[in-house]
Nanobody, 114 residues
Framework: QVQLVESGGGLVQAGGSLNLSCVAS????????MAWYHQGPGNRREYVAR???????IYADSVDGRFTISRDNAKNTVYLQMTNLKPEDTGAYYC????????WGRGTQVTVSS
C-alpha cells in the first residue's frame, strides 16, 4: 500500500523548535524529489521545502534559514527540522512528492504560540 505517514508535530512557543518526520512507502520516495507542505488555518496547502533524490535542498523564502530538510533514502524517510518557529508557522504539515505525488497522508499538526 502506498502511503505517507507524518509525525513529530506539537505545541511550542515562538522561537522554539520541532523535528518532523515522514515515512513514505511504495514508489513515491525512490528517485523522487520529496517536499514538505504547510496548510495554515483556513489557507490552502503550500510548499515550504523540497529535497532532490541526491539530497540537495531548496526552500521557500518564508522558511529559508529556519527550516532544514533532509532525507534518509535507506529508510524512505524525509525530515524537517524547524527552528525559530513563528506563530504563522502554525498549521498542518504534510510530505509528498514535489512533482510526482500520491494521495496525501494525515499530516502532523504544529501549533506555535506567541
Amino acid at each position: 500500500q502506498v502511503q505517507l505517514v507524518e509525525s513529530g508535530g506539537g505545541l511550542v512557543q515562538a522561537g522554539g523548535s520541532l523535528n518532523l518526520s515522514c515515512v513514505a512507502s511504495g514508489s513515491v520516495f525512490s528517485g523522487n524529489t520529496m517536499a514538505w507542505y504547510h496548510q495554515g488555518p483556513g489557507n490552502r496547502r503550500e510548499y515550504v521545502a523540497r529535497i532532490t533524490p541526491n539530497g540537495a535542498p531548496i526552500y521557500a523564502d518564508s522558511v529559508d534559514g529556519r527550516f532544514t530538510i533532509s532525507r534518509d533514502n535507506a529508510k524512505n524517510t524525509v525530515y524537517l527540522q524547524m527552528t525559530n518557529l513563528k506563530p504563522e508557522d502554525t498549521g498542518a504539515y504534510y510530505c509528498n512528492g514535489f512533482v510526482r505525488r500520491i494521495s496525501w497522508g494525515r499530516g502532523t499538526q504544529v501549533t506555535v504560540s506567541s
